[in-house]
Nanobody
Framework: QVQLMESGGGSVQAGGSLRLSCAASGYTYGSRCMGWFRQLPRKEREGVAT????????YYADSVRGRFTISRDNAKNTLYLQMNSLKPEDTAIYYCAAARPDSDNWCGDFKRYESNEAYWGQGTQVTVSS
């Protein structure tokens, strides 16, 4: 049974930091792109960051580039999101997801996670107060 479990969410003041983790099980972790998404209040879910199978390719939404860092530990089947310089507009439910890379083994397209073969976690709440 595939399972993605996020942790590390919470409440923080603007300018603070949080580190999210996502523990994966039930599939071959090292064969899939991994990504972080978020759903802001009253908005659609959006891509935050995605990382290649081996971890060398990292792609970010413009809104978080330079503040957030995605990483993965394939030995521990765990995905991370280090979030620094948090802003109130980062308040959202954060989800991790796994998707197959494209035919060139590229993971830079958030749309890859729209496939019905993608896996999703249940989400963790991040609240940033001003």
């Amino acid at each position: 049974q595939v399972q993605l479990m996020e942790s590390g969410g919470g409440s923080v003041q603007a300018g603070g930091s949080l580190r999210l983790s996502c523990a994966a099980s039930g599939y071959t972790y090292g064969s899939r792109c991994m990504g972080w998404f978020r759903q802001l209040p009253r908005k659609e879910r959006e891509g935050v960051a995605t990382i290649s199978v081996g971890g060398g390719g990292k792609y970010y939404a413009d809104s978080v580039r330079g503040r957030f860092t995605i990483s993965r530990d394939n030995a521990k089947n765990t995905l991370y999101l280090q979030m620094n310089s948090l802003k109130p507009e980062d308040t959202a439910i954060y989800y991790c997801a796994a998707a197959r890379p494209d035919s060139d083994n590229w993971c830079g397209d958030f749309k890859r996670y729209e496939s019905n073969e993608a896996y999703w976690g249940q989400g963790t709440q991040v609240t940033v107060s001003s």
